[in-house]
């Protein structure tokens, strides 16, 4: 997918190059058309299993000021697993991850 919006296009850059996810959401204002100069990314990431999500969340937060992302990022950075279990859970974000978030990066699968 060509991104348009330069900010977003080098985050998930980042995001693939440092944690190789299977998927990467953009959720909130931006994933609505409703953001404005002031809004921020709102970023799930979601990789394979049995991987310690805090610390991938604490490496890529690192990276973007590394790299000058000039932009708040929200990240959250889940398992296939968890996603799957807590997408239809209302009280939490992943339901609305999963009904309005856009899909900006998928791992190809091979055929």
Known sequence: MKLKDPELAKIVEIVKR?????KIILFGSRAVNKDN????YDILCI?????????????????????GIGKAVDLIVETEDDFSKYKNNTYMVYSEVSRHGKTVYERKTAA
């Open 18 to 22: 440092e944690i190789f996810p299977e």
């Open 37 to 40: 100069r002031r809004s921020d």
């Open 47 to 67: 990789v394979k299993k049995s991987r310690n999500t805090r610390n991938l969340e604490k490496k890529l937060y690192v990276m973007f000021a590394r790299e």
